[in-house]
């Protein structure tokens, strides 16, 4: 809010002589809520809501949506897919201004005050509802540097990692990974390999793996190793040389991305706009067949 944090804690003090009870619990180490703050917050929020809601209510009514949305968004997807397109959103819609939060870590809608994600992947959380806007592809790279240092490989398990025969140590199989690891999980995920029915999980120990989409691109680019990126993300440094696919013939199943938002958020006009516009944007990178693309 661009507040002084002094003035927050003049606010929330005076807030709390006002009820007569306390909403923060302070210590010298922290400041957690009390069960009345979180009682009190959560009934603000719903009651802001409400406000909100009698406003787009008049603003469904007009030609243009109007006010603030707040989106969180992949790092790799904002910078290369929803931040560049965002002049013809302007141009669409002046008033409604984006907050955009990147960041490939996973967010608290509720908690946040996040209007929509989006995501990837499986969406456990049944409570939201999701609407499909594309399926990424995955392609396997490395720089040319990489490639000219260690060899090509033909086949995924060169990348496995393999036991020396009577020492006991664990090594790369000649190529070393450059991993992306879960900023939920702290655990690196594995690259997966498909071809004529043949599954194959590399799960071999990273060299450098970062939680981050847009730094995992520039690691690959640095020359560490070999790794999976989504495909509309490498596209343009292929094309440029910068980095060369490798098994080309081994592929890994699409990459489902969802709009995601909570239920009491679906008939806001604000979220609407946002939403078609995404599905928009998003179609042309969808790797789909087009008759698929109504799933």
Known sequence: ??????????????????????????????????????????????????????????????????????????????????????????????????????????????????????????????????????????????????????????????????????????RMAGHTIAGYFSSLSGRALPLEFNKDGQRIIVNSETVVAVNDSTAHITTLLSGVGIGQTFRFAAAPYIKSGRLREVLPDWTRPRHPMHLVYPSNQHLRAKLLAFAEWMVEVFARYDDRPQANRAV
């Open 1 to 170: 809010m661009n507040i002084p944090r002094a003035t927050v804690t003049k606010l929330v003090q005076e807030l709390e002589r006002h009820l007569g009870a306390k909403l923060l619990q302070r210590t010298t180490r922290q400041v957690s809520v009390t069960p009345e703050g979180a009682a009190y917050y959560e009934r603000a929020v719903q009651l802001i809501f409400d406000l909100e809601e009698m406003d787009d209510a008049v603003v469904q009514s007009r030609a243009q949506p109007r006010g603030r949305i707040r989106v969180d968004i992949g790092s790799i997807l904002a910078n290369a897919i929803v931040l560049p397109a965002l002049p013809e959103f302007r141009a669409r819609y002046p008033e409604l201004h984006v907050d955009v939060g990147v960041s490939d870590r996973p967010v608290d809608l509720i908690g946040e005050g996040v209007d929509c994600v989006i995501r990837g992947g499986d969406l456990p959380d049944t409570s939201l509802i999701a609407r499909r806007l594309a399926d990424l592809d995955w392609v396997t790279v490395a720089s040319p540097v990489y490639l000219g240092a260690r060899g090509e490989p033909m086949h995924p398990d060169e990348l496995q990692a393999r036991e020396l025969s009577g020492i006991g140590r664990v």
